[in-house]
Structure formats: C-alpha cells, structure tokens
C-alpha cells in the first residue's frame, strides 16, 4: 500500500522552528550566497535532499506541485502565488467541464513548503498538503472563470497610464477585487515579453495568481511557531579570515562565487563557502551580489553587464564562467527582447551602439517585425528566405545584417513564434508555440501525402522554404523525437499515424 504523503515527508519536520540559517548549516547550503530571488525554492530543495526525499518522483507518483510561501510575522503571505501563463485563446475555445482551471484544481495535489518571518529572522514552520476543496471549485473558480472569458469575447481593455516618470499599461482583467481566491496578473520577463489576445492586441505574459489573502487561508491552521529563545547560537566555530591579503590576488571586475572562494583557497586552503563574509568582502572593495561578486565601481550587476556588452559596436560572449552562468544568459535573451543587442554570430552581437551611429533606432527594428506580421498569412510556416520569396521586402534590409541579425528581430516576443529543426529557423504567426509534430502535420496536409520518406521531406522543405536539411541530422531528430506520428528508422518514412505504417507494411 502506497504511503500517504505527509507520512513519506515527515523527516521535514527535522527543520521545525529553525531559522534558514541554521537549516543551510545543516544542509549544507549558504543562504547568503543564493539570490534572494531564489533562496527559499534553493533552500527547500536542500531539505529535501539532505532527508533523502526525491521530490521529482513524489511529484510523479502524486500529480503533485511543490510551492514555497514565505509568511510575515501576523501569518499573512508576503506575496501572490503564480501559477501557468495564461493560453488567452484556449480559455475562449473551452466550456467549463473541460477547463484547464477545472482540470488542473481538481487533479492536482499542493504541497506548500512554509516559512515565517520573526523580526528579521526567517524559520521553517512547516509543511501542508491540500487539494482545493470541490465546493471552491464549482463556485469561486468557476466564477473567475467565467468572469474571464466574458472579458475575453468582449475584448479587453487596454489603457495607458502613469506612473512617476514611467507609462504603463492598465487592463481590465480578472484582478483581486473581482474574485476572493484568484487573479491575473503579468508574469514577463520585461515590457517586450508579449502575447496576443484573442482580439488581436498585444499584452504583456499574464498568469493565473492565487491572491496573498487566499494563501493565508489556505495555511491558517498550521500549528504555531515553537521559538526557543534561549537556544544556542550555531556551534561552528567562525574563524575571521584576513580578507587584506586577498586584495593583491583580486584583479577582476566580477567573479562568480565559485571563482572567488577558489581564489581565497589559494592562500587558505580550508576556506569554504560558509566562511564567505559580506562585511570583509565589503572592506576589501567588492559587495555580495548572488550568484556573483563585483567591485565597488559598480552598484548594480545591470550597471556592470551593461557596461560591459554596450561599451563597444559589438560585443563577443567571453568563454568564463561570469558570462555563461544562467543570470548572464537570461540578461542576454532580456536585452535582444528590449532591442539592446542583435545576434548576428554565435556568441556575437550587434550592440544598440553600433545602430545609433548608424542613425537606426528601436522603432525601424520593430517596424521590421511588424511588416513581417502583417505580412504573412495565420497559421503558415516560412522562412526568411521564403519571406523574401513570397515578395516582402523592408528598408532595413538594405543594411545588410547576417540573416541571424534578421532572425533575431523576429524570434522576439510577439505574434509570431519559431521553430528550430536542425538547426533551420521556422517562424509561424500563432498564438501557441510550435512543435515538431505541428511542422509535420502541416507538411502531410501541404503535400496531401500520408507518407513521406526522409528524402521527399527534404524536397519539400527546399521547395517551399528554400532551405536544405542534412539527411542524417533529420533522421535522428525523427527517432529521437516524440512526435503524434509515426517514424519508421528501418525504412526512413515518415507516417502520419501508426496505423498508416501497418497497412503499408501488410
């Protein structure tokens, strides 16, 4: 008989009352050296692997979700919940019955991992499992629902407003006054990170959010904090590095983490990441600023990497450790999504510095997608070369730019989305991000074939698209891939379903 699920998780209870601190002793984590961003989800990931809890698999075996709430000292959530981003279209397509909110609250199991603040100290006060009870869900959910797709069939809307020296825009969405257990609010990467709604405007990513108030609700009858305040400062015996005579060795602007506490190690060799002093680093010229530690001339990791991509008319990514960290990549894809900088190589870019000496501002960049958009039908794939094919033509293209340049203007988000097959680039204007298996059931409706061979499919994408596939990288993707049809390696045909295959094979 399987377990239930508190029972498998109870060696959480080992953290109860214990402040992060002293858990990342325990297991081995320094919560100052995890972006704040990331620390409570960095943390929780920690206990579970020092209680030996595989989280995926609990996950698997339950439908399960894990969330991390971080409480205030009166037991109200610090912040919203979010959830999945909102498929704007499906929601006008569905009913109720086959919602994906109905779907997803009712089949789905919450695992909430809770903290609370005391003053500034944060403890670990527990953990819950919950469903949302069927009565919330045929009534307040429903409800939200509802209320949303009214929105969306009358179309919502879009207004401009201010806010200090800044201009926002306002939506008439589903928000916190309107429902007691959910919200819709933007969850974007930056102002550029748009979808399209079902009325043909663009909007800012929005996701299904469960209110702070309801979250309260939801853990209001955890048990209360047990704080000793008599207990014990942590037993490690802190030794006080003398960090000046680190200074003749610390030459760079940045480092990661990893990289400064190795630098350290070369003059003590038993430094570890717990002796990492914000204090000391600070005395010495630099600041802490997970994942990374920079010098003082800069106040702010945007300050720096800014500094450094934009100081030049392109800029080369370094091969070091800095530069291919998660933050450096997110803070690329952000500035290509801002039209800061344009890929025009692996792992080279055209700066904003080098198109303003050439009198090409923002809006002739998104003048170019625009007319792209409006150019191309719905719903049908083409390339770059097919675009210029079919006819379109813009200003901008007599600049030049390597087709990556071009490619980079149009993978931004928006109405259109993008396919890469082997290492081909294939855009469509639709609402939903495209697969491999939408690529091929368009390319068995356009040739009104059930099979094709590997060979016919390269024909066919060099006569429409006007580019050439590898025969071997295209049969490996076809049987590494799932795919809704199906490959046969043996005779390298493609079927548009199984059944196909059999009969052909009978």
Known sequence: MQKSIPIIISPLNTFLNKTISEIGQITGLNTNLVSKKTSISSLSNSMFSYANLNSTQLKKDFNLIIKTVSLKENGISKEAMSFEHVNFHSVVSEDWENSFLREKFTNTTFLFIVFQFVGTELYFKGFKVWKMPEETINNELKNFWSLLKDKLELGVTLTLAKRGDKTITLNNLPSTKDSKIMHIR??????MDTTELPDGQLISKQAYWFNASYVSQILDDLPALKINNAQSESNQQIFKYDYQQLKPILSKEIYTIDQFIKNIQTIYGSFTKFDVNEQQIE??????IPP?????NFSSLDEYFNSQILKERYFKL???DVWQSLFSQRKLENMENSYSIFKIEDNLYLTKTALE???IDASTLISYRESVETFVPKDQYFTLTSLKDSGFRHP?????????????LLKRPGRLKYLNICGQLFFIKNPLKPDLSHFLAKLFTTTNQSVLSVDKI???TQDTFGVKFNFDA???????????????DSLCKLFVAKNEYLNFIQ
Request: net charge negative.
């Open 186 to 191: 933007p969850k974007a990467s930056n102002a």
């Open 283 to 288: 005395d010495i010229g630099y600041r802490l």
């Open 292 to 296: 990374f530690v920079l010098h003082h």
């Open 318 to 320: 370094p091969n070091d």
């Open 357 to 359: 000496s050439a009198n």
């Open 396 to 408: 901008i293209e007599e600049f030049g730019f390597e087709i990556l340049f071009y490619e980079s």
């Open 458 to 460: 390269i024909e066919q």
């Open 474 to 488: 295209l049969d490996n993707l076809l049987k590494s891939t799932s795919i809704d049809q199906y490959y046969s």
